[in-house]
């Protein structure tokens, strides 16, 4: 269902430095995860930390709606009591995907290899977003997609009943795509083969050995290449979710940038795939020290304390682009308050996420008084060492992380940053706003 109330928002200058100790919520990527391989394993999983926004309650009531018991006991509780590989029943009803992208992706790779028919829908900012880049892998395994013209959701998915594994080279770097091919060779006949031009995410791979199955990963230049033993009986296995490296950037770069700040963000998941924003500020002179770090659930995980201090320009290499793919709204914003011209570079990906977030941060910017430019897939700050002009009213296009961003430069601004809809926030980052100013953030409604 769509979301039609809407939650205008604006951010004040800070008046005084921000402070405190926060954990921020469960990792989005590895709650989807735990939820769909929860459902495909044998036996009872239960998961701690799990996000429990919008975009992952999606994916819940999706692997409920194939089968899967899925249950809330508490706060980030959860259990899952899977139906195996293979396992999965028809729906009854269309799986409304809502916002999320990941679960739409992901659960097209798992549809694709279980006999049954489903039809898959999503809020009109998904509805938006083209599903060919991971269809059309999938067709070779014997699935059948149907969607509207440009590839676009609705969409319906008949899938194999003698599947046949896959082996396929991704034309461009994309966890999403990468995930929906290993996900579909869990019920595929011999090997599954995917090889990566770049190395992604890798939280499938990770979670795929956690739950039993058997993967390799060979390296292959700057790519890397992985295998999947199909037919797999996974069995059930606990996930401890860390907290998402992609929510702590905001109030993490929200501390860089307030003058005297200090925070300790607790218990944030460190895997080296994820962290190229973290690699990318220490760059830029940012004050960014991991404290306690450990493995929780098969993952790094550490605390980080963060200092406030000045930011000079960052020029970030293409490969890197691939760990730190959702942190570019917020990076540009922590350029636009450095010293110097900034370059992000290899930014296509970014055409095809929630909203052209390429454009649509390049627009942010440029409402709020910061000089900034598009060279192809490029993104050009320039940052004069002091606080952005700010003042603008910023279209979010239903962008979660363009919102946020919006309102971490309103805090740092000389004059206050509006968005025209902060609803969507929810979707991966509950109780943004309330966690914000319980570190001293002015953040209003309306």
Not at 37 to 47: Q, S
Not at 343 to 355: Q, Y
């Amino acid at each position: 269902m769509d979301q039609t109330a809407t939650r205008p928002l604006l951010a004040r200058p800070a008046t005084r430095p921000l402070g405190g100790r926060l954990a921020v919520p469960g990792d989005k990527s590895i709650s989807h995860r735990a939820l769909m391989f929860g459902a495909l394993a044998v036996g009872e999983t239960r998961i701690t930390g799990l996000l429990e926004g919008e975009d992952v309650l999606r994916t819940a009531a999706a692997m409920r709606a194939l089968g899967a018991e899925v249950v809330r006991e508490g706060s980030g509780r959860w259990r899952v009591a899977g139906r195996g590989v293979g396992g999965l029943a028809e729906p009854e009803d269309v799986l409304d995907m809502g916002n999320s992208g990941t679960a739409a992706r992901l659960l097209c790779g798992i549809l694709a290899t279980h006999p049954l028919f489903a039809v898959m829908t999503g809020d009109a900012s998904l509805r938006r977003r083209p599903m060919r880049r991971v269809t059309a892998p999938l067709a070779a395994t014997g699935a059948r997609f149907s969607a509207r013209a440009g590839d676009l959701l609705p969409l319906a998915v008949e899938g194999a009943r003698e599947a046949l594994p896959l082996a396929y080279r991704l034309p461009v770097a994309s966890a999403q795509v990468k995930s929906a091919v290993l996900l579909a060779g869990l019920n595929a006949r011999g090997l599954t083969r995917v090889e990566e031009p770049e190395a992604t995410r890798d939280h499938t791979e990770n979670m795929l050995r956690h739950f039993g199955a058997t993967v390799e990963v060979a390296v292959a230049g700057p790519g890397r290449v992985i295998t999947l033993a199909g037919q797999p009986e996974l069995r059930a296995a606990d996930v401890a979710v860390p907290g998402d490296p992609s929510s702590a950037a905001f109030p993490l770069v929200a501390a860089l940038l307030v003058a005297g700040s200090e925070i300790a963000l607790e218990g944030v998941g460190l895997n080296p795939l994820r962290t190229g924003l973290f690699t990318t500020l220490r760059e830029m002179g940012a004050s960014v020290t991991v404290l306690r770090e450990r493995r929780e659930g098969g993952e790094p995980v550490g605390d980080l304390a963060v200092r406030a201090g000045a930011l000079r320009a960052a020029d970030v290499p293409p490969e890197r682009v691939p760990s730190m793919i959702d942190e570019f709204p917020i990076l540009a914003v922590a350029c636009a308050c450095a010293t110097g011209t900034s370059r992000m570079r290899g930014l296509a990906e970014l055409r095809v996420k929630e909203s052209d977030r390429l454009s649509a941060t390049a627009a942010l910017l440029a409402e709020n008084g910061v000089t900034v430019r598009i060279e192809g897939d490029d993104l050009l700050v320039h940052g004069t060492g002091a606080p952005p002009a700010g003042g603008g009213r910023v279209a979010t296009r239903m962008d979660h992380r363009l919102a946020m961003s919006a309102l971490v430069l309103g805090l740092a601004a000389r004059a206050p940053v509006a968005i025209d809809d902060g609803a969507f926030i929810d979707t991966s980052f509950p109780g943004f706003v309330t966690l914000m100013r319980g570190l001293g953030a002015t953040i209003e409604e309306g």
